[in-house]
């Protein structure tokens, strides 16, 4: 299998620097913007199948890029982001202010902690797991569109990378991520890729 993980558009909340979790916010103009170059890009890929998470900056994103693709296109609640409890909406430099004991613990393992009132990595990590077994089982090439924690979440448990080491990847807004099943595992192929964004328009 041929798995391209792609990071939804950019939010008004991106830009806010606030946090979104399982917040349901749409695309911005840019974000928009970035799907539809991130459509181009994907034209010539052979895709049997989209699959994104629910959330609307996901679904928007994956609805653009298929207007070039026309693959079956499907929701899969295990690819919403990390629920982020008693965080969400609030900005990072709020979270800082209010919340400091709680970051220095993030900070220093945070495979370990739960967002309060929300969800840990870990479980984050075995839900979107089980969604990219359900379309191995059944598909050879499949576009998912998920979420920055969730995308990560999913490279850790492919590359074998521990969660506590997730700041080393980086994915940018409309990044094409792409892992392929090699024997018993699965290589990196791609990380982050953002070349469509850099195309003039």
């Given at each position: 299998?041929?798995?391209?993980?792609v990071r939804h558009g950019e939010t008004a909340?991106?830009?806010?620097?606030?946090?979104?979790?399982?917040?349901?916010?749409?695309?911005?103009?840019?974000?928009?913007?970035?799907?539809e170059l991130l459509a181009s890009s994907l034209?010539?890929?052979?895709?049997?199948?989209?699959?994104?998470?629910?959330?609307?900056?996901?679904?928007?994103?994956?609805?653009?890029?298929?207007?070039?693709?026309?693959?079956?296109?499907?929701?899969?609640?295990d690819l919403k982001e990390l629920d982020q409890?008693?965080?969400?909406?609030?900005?990072?430099?709020?979270?800082?202010?209010?919340?400091?004991?709680?970051?220095?613990?993030?900070?220093?393992?945070?495979?370990?902690?739960?967002?309060?009132?929300?969800?840990?990595?870990?479980?984050?990590?075995?839900?979107?797991?089980?969604?990219?077994?359900?379309?191995?089982?059944?598909?050879?090439?499949?576009?998912?569109?998920?979420?920055?924690?969730?995308?990560?979440?999913?490279?850790?448990?492919?590359?074998?990378?521990?969660?506590?080491?997730?700041?080393?990847?980086?994915?940018?807004?409309?990044?094409?991520?792409?892992?392929?099943?090699?024997?018993?595992?699965?290589?990196?192929?791609?990380?982050?890729?953002?070349?469509?964004?850099?195309?003039?328009?």
């Open positions: 299998m041929r798995l391209l993980l909340w991106n830009r806010e620097k606030r946090v979104q979790g399982s917040s349901d916010i749409p695309l911005s103009d840019n974000g928009i913007r970035q799907a034209a010539d890929e052979k895709i049997d199948i989209v699959v994104t998470s629910p959330l609307r900056r996901a679904v928007q994103t994956a609805s653009i890029i298929n207007e070039r693709l026309k693959a079956p296109l499907v929701a899969d609640e409890g008693d965080f969400e909406g609030m900005g990072f430099m709020e979270l800082m202010n209010i919340h400091s004991d709680f970051l220095k613990s993030w900070a220093a393992d945070p495979a370990s902690v739960s967002m309060p009132g929300g969800e840990s990595l870990p479980a984050l990590q075995e839900r979107a797991w089980r969604a990219v077994m359900r379309i191995e089982a059944s598909y050879k090439n499949a576009l998912v569109v998920s979420h920055y924690f969730a995308i990560t979440a999913i490279l850790c448990r492919a590359v074998g990378m521990p969660l506590s080491d997730f700041r080393k990847i980086r994915l940018e807004n409309t990044s094409k991520t792409i892992i392929e099943a090699e024997g018993d595992g699965y290589v990196a192929l791609v990380i982050n890729d953002t070349a469509h964004l850099k195309i003039a328009h």
